[in-house]
């Protein structure tokens, strides 16, 4: 599994927190200095007050102030307890009763990530509860997710969170800005069905720095009367697999080795500059180089129906299970869409999740692969299924083992 560190070197307040512009700004002039990437060197001390949000996110807090307060009254609460990827949380297929406020909190963790333990490569992961990616979420249409986001006093930036299944506000990015020391309660109505990114948006070039350093995850919004096929017919599962493929650009000195920094933050300019590359150096599952592969693999046997739930943040994505298919895929990840049957390969549209359904028939192992096959071989974009079973040979048999011929 990844290695995760967090030594909190540094102690911040929200007077001299590494905000996003001034971080930004200070890395250009750093740039401009010739100092740009120069690890070894760190960033001087910012001290500057909480500066006034946008216009247009101050007229959404007025409005806000202004609507009718909703009426809650007929709603249970539940609390739901967020669990470290690959695992999904606690849930049902089904809903039982009413619309629910489901209760979850979220700390914004940042933590030394081993990515690559054979190079040494290393980042300074932002992430939500300490996971790349963060934790999965599941409710039920037309329940209530009431999110508590936390922001440690020993974190060195500020940070937020967007999440696509909401409406408005950024997806609560306008309304959850959190600096060391702070936390914030945002509540939204889970209209659509479906698999959903979320990830970190404080604003500008930050948004990306966030996004590639692991601030994302899923939400997966399950219809109240389960998932169903092209038919209509209830589709069930038993057992999640939660996958995030993250893409990390890893800066690097003139030898070619990867550059390491004291602090979160340290790397802004350097990771700019090799963001600006487009080309990673990683693209793993779940924060690192063989996080779900070997003793970390996905566990099941013949029969087992297993939902593959894939988020890709940032960049395109096309899933494959050497060895099996997609029986039914929601390749947009949106469950009001019948499912695709029978696929090989499917694509997730960066920026979003997507869900894929598999019964497993044959034992052995399994690889669930970024079918770029350049990312899953060289770059670290595997996972594997390891199933136990009796063998089937009416759906395979090797009929000769090989053996020399004489020519």
Known sequence: MPKYVNPALVKTNRRNVLRGSLLAGAAAMTAGAGMAGTASKRMAPHVAPRPAAPKFILAEAEAQVAAPKVDLSGYTRVQQELVAPPFAPKHEQVATGGPKIVEIRMETREVLLTVDEDTGASIWALTYN???????????????????????????????????????????GGLTHVYPGEETVLRFKATRPGVFTYHCAPGGAMIPYH????????????????????????????????IGEQDF???????????????????????????????????????SVGALTGENAFKAKVGDTVLMVHNQANRDSRPHLIGGHGDHVWENGKFANPPQKDQETWFIRGGSAGAAMYTFLQPGVYAYVNHNLIEAALLGATAHFVVDGAWDNALMEQVTPPHVVET
């Open 130 to 172: 300490g996971s790349v990616p963060g934790p999965l979420i599941i409710v039920h249409q037309d329940d209530y997710v009431e999110l508590t986001l936390s922001n440690p006093a020993a974190s060195q930036m500020e940070h937020n969170i967007d999440f696509h299944a909401s409406s408005g506000a950024l997806g609560g």
């Open 211 to 242: 996004v590639t350093h692991g601030m994302n995850g899923t939400l997966m919004v399950l219809p109240r009367d389960g998932l169903k096929d092209a038919e209509g017919n209830p589709l069930r599962y038993d057992t999640i697999a939660y």
């Open 249 to 287: 650009y890893l800066p690097m000195d003139e030898n070619g080795d990867y550059k390491t920094y004291e602090v979160a933050g340290e790397d802004f300019a350097d990771s700019v500059e090799a963001m600006r590359t487009l080309t990673p150096t990683h693209s793993v599952f779940n924060g």
